[in-house]
């Protein structure tokens, strides 16, 4: 059975906490509309390209990310839920 999901609210991220960190590193995504662990479809960093996120969806307003490792330099992370895409503001991945 697949899960219903709200595709009419759009998903925001408002704030990194931090805003900047080494890879592995733990950061908390805090926005709105993230929706439902069911619909939830992940999480990207613009310097990481495909590679995939460590996450874990704790609810409608908070991710937990883990930082790839990734070449140091501005990013943006990239939220993708059930209402569509959420970009953050630049994140700084700082050197290991």
């Known amino acids: 059975k697949d899960p ?3 595709n009419s609210r759009k998903p925001k991220i408002l704030r990194v906490d931090p805003d900047e960190a080494k890879p592995g590193q733990t950061i908390t995504l805090k926005g709105e509309n993230f929706g439902t662990r ?3 479809r992940g999480v990207a960093f613009s310097a990481a390209g495909p590679t995939k996120i460590d996450y874990r ?3 409608d307003t ?3 990310v883990t930082v790839p490792d990734i070449q ?3 990013s943006f992370i ?3 839920a059930g209402g569509g895409n959420a970009r953050s503001k630049a994140f700084l991945v700082q050197p290991k």
Do not use: K, Y
Request: charged share 20%.
């Open 4 to 6: 219903v999901c709200d």
């Open 38 to 40: 069911d619909c939830f």
């Open 57 to 59: 969806f704790v609810n």
């Open 62 to 64: 908070i991710l937990e």
């Open 72 to 74: 140091p330099g501005m």
């Open 78 to 80: 990239d939220i993708v």
